[in-house]
Every structure is written in C-alpha cells, then in structure tokens.
C-alpha cells in the first residue's frame, strides 16, 4: 500500500488536488474550543494548533470537491459543535460513538460519554458493512447471512484513546476509524485525512489494505503519525491479496 504525508496547512495542499481524486475522507478536526488536555498531571498537552478557533467551511468546501462521486466523508466533532457543522455538511446521517470515559467539567450538568460522527454520502454511494460479519436478524424470505445496511450506535467500538497510550490529546482509537474505512471503501482505495495528528486513520488504512493521504501542521504530531504508518506499511494487511491496480491514486496526488 502506499501513502503520502503532508507538513503543513491541509487546505494549501488539498488546493492542489485535481477533482474526485480520493475515495473518502476520515478525519478529526479541530473544535474550535481551545482544548488543553488536563486528565493526568504526567500527562499534559498544549493547546491543539488552529483550535484557537476555527472555521470548517473552506476545508469542508475542498473535502466535498476533491471526493469522488461515489465517495464519503466522515467527521468527528462534539455535541454541541455538530449542531453549527450540520448547516455546512448537510450530512447523510451521524453516528453516535461511546467515548469509552466520563470527562471531566461542570458538575451542575451531565457529563457527556460520546462523540458525534457527521457522515456525508456522496450521490452514488452505497454503505456496505459484510466485511465486518455483522449478524443480519431480517425476518425478510432468505435474508443474507450478514448485514449490509448498519445503525448508527456504534456501541461496538469506543471513540477516543485512554490517555496511557495516547500520543495526542484527542486521539481517536484505530477501530472507530476501521469501521469507516470497511463499510465505504474497497482494498486498494484511496483514504484521506486533513488534520492527521498522531496518524492513526493512516494506520487503520494500511491495515485495511488502503491507500493514504494525510497533512499535519503541527511538526512534532507529524512526526509521531510518520513512524506509526511506517510501522502499519512493515505489517501484513487484512486485504493484501484483493487489492486491485493503485497506479491511478499514486498519479492523481
């Protein structure tokens, strides 16, 4: 599988990519809250870069241009984040992911145990979830042996890393971004993740037998997310011996 990294600003480089080049988009961007990670003392983070504030509608504008017809885009956010993204995604759907811990705030309210996913179809794309063997319960005449079309509660998987192994303070686990990879994307396709950080959609890509495109600004994030896709290319993927021809994806970026 190949992949290419990017150090620098996501929407300079997504400017010079030629139209309905990527497969789709999986990434988790920065909130705009200003976020500072104080859960362990041993254990702290500074401000994630461009979390200062920050506006999704230009990025989201070039995600929609560059994904091809057939394509998705997946985007982590918050709760109450995801009500001011909608009006610019418009998405599909959105999926529901248990964060797998309490955080930490105001006790006078609840605390919230899950992250949003916004997903957006492009015209043509079709979810297909048989890979992942999820038993399917239809009481429809000879139903297929698994589920193609799945829910949006993703309770199977957990959104974000336990702090003891994270090497960035809102990194999301391998298996969140997995479950997106498999139900809209095929061995061999190409996956793209404008704000990287610790690179773990590129590690579950190359797992998955995927292509992958990420950018990082931040330089000491790139380099963590270097080294963890270095090591996914030097492990056998789940899907080696379907991949089809990659030259296409190798040419277009």
């Known amino acids: 599988m190949t992949h290419k990294l990017h150090l620098g600003d996501c929407l300079e480089v997504m400017h010079n990519f030629i139209e309905g080049c990527i497969d789709a988009v999986v990434t988790d961007p920065p909130y705009g809250i200003n976020f500072q990670s104080n859960g362990a ?17 230009p990025y ?6 560059i994904v091809k017809d057939r394509g998705a885009i997946y985007i982590y956010t918050r709760w109450d984040i995801a009500y001011k993204w909608q009006e610019i995604i418009n998405p599909t759907s959105q999926i529901i992911i248990p964060r797998g811990k309490v955080g930490m705030g105001d006790l006078n ?3 919230c145990e899950y992250e949003v996913v916004l997903f957006k179809a ?3 794309h079709i979810i297909n979830a048989t890979s992942l063997g999820i038993k399917n319960n239809s009481h429809a005449k000879n ?6 079309r799945i829910g949006n509660l993703w309770n199977d998987v957990i959104s974000n890393e336990a702090w003891e192994r994270a090497e960035h303070p809102t990194q999301k686990t391998i298996n969140s971004f997995s479950k ?15 704000f990287m950080g610790s690179g ?23 380099a963590i997310a270097e080294k963890r896709i270095k090591e996914a290319t030097l492990q056998p993927n789940l899907f080696e011996s379907q991949l089809g021809n990659t030259e296409t994806q190798k040419e277009l970026l």
């Open 41 to 57: 003392k041993e254990k702290r983070y500074d401000v994630i870069c461009g979390d200062e504030s920050f506006d999704l509608l």
């Open 109 to 111: 309210s609840f605390s």
């Open 60 to 65: 989201y504008t070039e995600m929609e241009r």
């Open 200 to 222: 773990t959609t590129g590690v579950a890509a190359i797992q998955l037998g995927r292509n992958f495109v990420g950018c990082e600004i931040d330089p000491d994030y790139f």
């Open 143 to 148: 139903p297929p042996k698994y589920k193609v």
């Open 122 to 124: 492009m015209s043509g």
């Open 180 to 194: 997106m990879i498999q139900v809209s994307t095929n061995p061999g396709d190409t996956i793209f993740d404008p």
